[in-house]
C-alpha cells in the first residue's frame, strides 16, 4: 500500500521568504503525485500535480513541485510566499495503473506566512 | 465554474442513530468519492464509486458505511450506526476521469460529523 511523509508539521515564514515542503512516499510502482492546499475555512484545492514527463511541475500562484524518483520525493517549492499563501497543504499520491482510484494524502503541514 | 457540494454542513447525532451525507457531485464527472478527516489528522479515503458500483474502499469502509447514488445528481453516504470514533469530516469529491492525465478530483467543502 502506499504512504505519504510529510516532515513539516508547522512552518512560519515572513513574507518574501521561499518556501520549501518536504514530501516522501513510499511505492515501489509508479505514481501520480499532487499538492493540494485548504485555505481557512474553505475546502481542498489542486495546487499542481505530476502523471508522467517533465519532473519539475508548476502549479498555480507561482507554486512548483519537483518529482525525484531515485528519491521517492514530490517537494513543494514557492520563491517568495505572500500572506495569503497562509493555508494548510497536503501532499498526496496515488498508483498509476487501471482500477486505483485511491489518494493517499499525507498529514498535512500548516504554514503561517507573517506580514 | 463547477463545483461539488456537500450538506448538511454540520450534523450532530446520537451514538447508534444513522446518518445520511449528501453529495452532489460535478455534473459530468463519473467517478466520486469519500474521505475523511479526524480533527487533527490526516484525510483518509473511504470509498471510490463508478458505474454504479463501489470500485474501491478502504479498511475503514465496513459493513456500517454504504454509499449510493438513488439518482442522476446525487451521491450518499450512510453510517447506518454511528459510533463515536466517526465524529470527523466528511469529504465528498469526483473527478472526470479515473486516471488519466486530465485527472483531478474535486473536492466539496464537507460535512462535519459530530456523534454524541
Known amino acids: 500500500a502506499q504512504s505519504v511523509s510529510q516532515h513539516n508539521h508547522h512552518v512560519i515564514l515572513s513574507e518574501a521568504a521561499s518556501l520549501e515542503l518536504g514530501c516522501n512516499y513510499s511505492y515501489g510502482g509508479t505514481v501520480n503525485l499532487f499538492w493540494y492546499v485548504q485555505y481557512p475555512g474553505q475546502h481542498l484545492q489542486l495546487l499542481l500535480k505530476y502523471f508522467s514527463g517533465d519532473p519539475l511541475v508548476k502549479g498555480i500562484k507561482g507554486f512548483e513541485a519537483e518529482f525525484i524518483k531515485s528519491k521517492f520525493s514530490f517537494n513543494l517549492r514557492k520563491p517568495s510566499v505572500q500572506w495569503s499563501d497562509t493555508a494548510e497543504y497536503f501532499c498526496?499520491?496515488?498508483?498509476?495503473?487501471?482500477?486505483?482510484?485511491?489518494?493517499?494524502f499525507g498529514t498535512g503541514t500548516k504554514l503561517q506566512v507573517i506580514p | 465554474e463547477p463545483e461539488v457540494t456537500q450538506t448538511p454542513s454540520h450534523q450532530v447525532t446520537q451514538m447508534g442513530q444513522e446518518v445520511i451525507l449528501r453529495c452532489v457531485p460535478i455534473?459530468?464527472?463519473?467517478?466520486f468519492y469519500w474521505y475523511r478527516q479526524i480533527l487533527g489528522q490526516k484525510v483518509e479515503f473511504l470509498v471510490s464509486f463508478y458505474n454504479n458500483e463501489i470500485s474501491e474502499k478502504s479498511e475503514i469502509f465496513d459493513d456500517q458505511f454504504s454509499v449510493e447514488r438513488p439518482d442522476g445528481s446525487n451521491f450518499t453516504l450512510k453510517i447506518r450506526s454511528t459510533k463515536l470514533e466517526d465524529s470527523a469530516m466528511y469529504f465528498c469529491?469526483?473527478?472526470?476521469?479515473?486516471?488519466?492525465?486530465?485527472?483531478?478530483?474535486?473536492f466539496g467543502p464537507g460535512t462535519r460529523l459530530t456523534v454524541t
Open positions: 498526496a499520491v496515488k498508483r498509476d495503473s487501471g482500477g486505483y482510484q485511491k489518494v493517499t
Open positions: 455534473s459530468n464527472h463519473l467517478y
Open positions: 469529491a469526483s473527478s472526470e476521469t479515473g486516471g488519466k492525465s486530465s485527472y483531478e478530483q474535486y
